[in-house]
């Protein structure tokens, strides 16, 4: 019961996170001209610093600190889990492809799959530095 309660604490703090984010990000990208209005920048966003983010604490809290189980579980399945939207990115991925906007579907997927995996080897590195 311990985990679930660090999960659904972990999770809801994830997603408000995710939110304020990802929405901040995106209307500022919106606010340009042009294709990267249509970009999903937002989840774009939060998706790199969600894999960067579960690379660090995965690290820190597996090999380089002792934490209680419930604390790692309400970090990287709740507030990370919570953050991150890699659902999102599919639907959106998805719906640019619908519209006609393939090389941007194409760059999102790209560039989404790039940024995730940097930012969890730069994460873990990060850890592992302290």
Sequence with gaps: MR???AVALG?????VARYLVG???QQRASAGMGWIALFP???LAVNGLGCLAVGFLATLL???LAVDPAVRTCALIGLLGGFTTFSTF???TI???RGGNFALAAANVAVSV???LAGVWLGAAAARAL
């Design 90 to 92: 599919g639907y959106e």
């Design 23 to 25: 929405g901040w990000v």
């Design 95 to 97: 719906e640019l492809a």
């Design 41 to 43: 920048a937002g989840t």
């Design 62 to 64: 597996g090999e380089r």
């Design 3 to 5: 985990e679930i309660v």
């Design 11 to 15: 999770g809801a703090a994830g997603s």
């Design 114 to 116: 790039a940024l995730g």
